[in-house]
Each structure stands twice: as C-alpha cells, then as structure tokens.
C-alpha cells in the first residue's frame, strides 16, 4: 500500500534557523506532491506544489520543496524560519495512476519556532 | 469568495448511531473530498464527489457513505458509529476533478466523537 513519511514529528528551531523537513513516500509511479500547512486555529492551506518540470518548487512565504526522484522524496525546506512558520506541515502525494484522484498524506511535523 | 464550511463544528454520537455531516464547497469549485483525521495522523482520503458521482474511494468500509447536490454542496454519512470513528472530518473542495483541480481547499472541519 501507498504510504508517505515524515520522519521529523516535532521538530523546535529558533527564529532564523534554518528548516528541512522531510517527507518521503512509496509509490513507484508517476506522483503529484503537495505541502500543506496548518496554522493554529486555522484551516488547512497549501504551501507548495509539483506536478512537473522544475523538480525545485517555491511556494508560499519563502517555503521551496525538491523533488527527487530516485529518493522518492519531497523535503521542504526554508532558509530562515521566523516565529509566525510555527504550525503542523503534513506532505500529501497523489499517485496519477490507478488509485485516481485520491491524496495519501503524511503523519504531519510540528514545528515550533521559538523568538 | 466564500470559503469551504463544514457543519456542525463539533458533535457527540453513541456508538451504533447514525451521523450526517455537512460541507458546503467553495463558490466555483465542483470536486469535493472528504478525509478523516484522526488525532496524531494525517488526513486519510475517504471518498471524492465530482458533478454528483463518486469519484474515488479510499479504504473506507460501506457505511461510510456520500452525497454531492446541484449545488456541488455534500454530505457525509456514517452508518453504525463505532469508537474508532472519533475524529476530524475535513472536507475539500476543488475547481474540478483531474490535474486541474488539485488544489483543494479544505473547511475547518466538523469532531466527532463517539461515546
């Protein structure tokens, strides 16, 4: 079965400390990835996304993810982390082939960022 | 814009009972998912509704079933409540099925928990 994994449960940086979390998943096809993030108190939102092209993705609020292929990972990653990144990220793929359109998420990280 | 509602924000059931939750999807947008999450995990895909017809199915026993409305608005049914069915129940709207429309826009959810 498909699955995708985040090794990084909690992770606490100071602000701007830099950030990689990882995401790694099991599908041997072609996949769509995605991360979303969820603030306190709020909905879940997409940060990033990849389909194609470019396997290094920048998203939303100086967030950038690569893609690697034969790793079978999708880290995000943000150079300088400020108090306001603090929220859960959960990394979500879509397999294109066969299980249609479902979306297989993470466990989610908890990233604290301490002022 | 209206964004993507769920209702009711919280509900308490008893094991063996019936539950219908509510999700009204963002203007424009014909695809809705649901996924449930339970605490500590990620979202796990239930089903997808796309112009009124199912649309793909995660591993999700038959009393777990949907409804999508002309008005793309859907439902949720849960059929003989068990313990383990406690959880988030998010739903997600997209402008439409296919590569297009995988940007999803998720609710803030609907908790249920089952005594």
């Known amino acids: 079965a498909q699955s995708v994994s985040q090794h990084n449960h909690h992770v606490i940086l100071s602000e701007a400390a830099s950030l990689e979390l990882g995401c790694n998943y099991s599908?041997?096809?072609?996949?769509?990835l995605f991360w979303y993030v969820q603030y306190p108190g709020q909905h879940l939102q997409l940060l990033l996304k990849y389909f194609s092209g470019d396997p290094l993705v920048k998203g939303i609020k100086g967030f950038e993810a690569e893609f690697i292929k034969s790793k079978f990972s999708f880290n995000l990653r943000k150079p300088s982390v400020q108090w306001s990144d603090t929220a859960e990220y959960f990394c979500?793929?879509?397999?294109?082939?066969?299980?249609?359109?479902?979306?297989?998420f993470g466990t989610g990280t908890s990233l604290t960022v301490i002022p | 814009e209206t964004g993507v509602t769920q209702s009711p924000t919280h509900l308490i059931k008893t094991r063996g009972q019936q539950v219908t939750l509510r999700c009204s999807s963002q203007?424009?947008?014909?695809?809705v998912s649901w996924y449930q999450q339970a605490l500590g995990q990620g979202p796990q895909f239930i089903f997808q509704y796309y112009r009124e017809e199912e649309n793909g199915r995660g591993n999700f026993p038959p009393r777990f079933s949907g409804l999508q409305f002309p008005n793309y608005s859907s439902e949720l049914n849960v059929n003989a409540l068990e313990l383990d069915d406690s959880a988030l129940y998010l739903c997600?709207?997209?402008?439409?099925?296919?590569?297009?429309?995988?940007?999803?826009?998720f609710g803030p959810g609907t908790r249920l928990t089952v005594t």
């Open positions: 599908y041997g096809g072609t996949v769509n």
């Open positions: 203007s424009g947008h014909n695809t």
């Open positions: 979500a793929v879509n397999p294109r082939e066969g299980t249609g359109n479902q979306f297989y």
């Open positions: 997600a709207s997209s402008l439409t099925a296919g590569l297009d429309g995988l940007e999803q826009y």
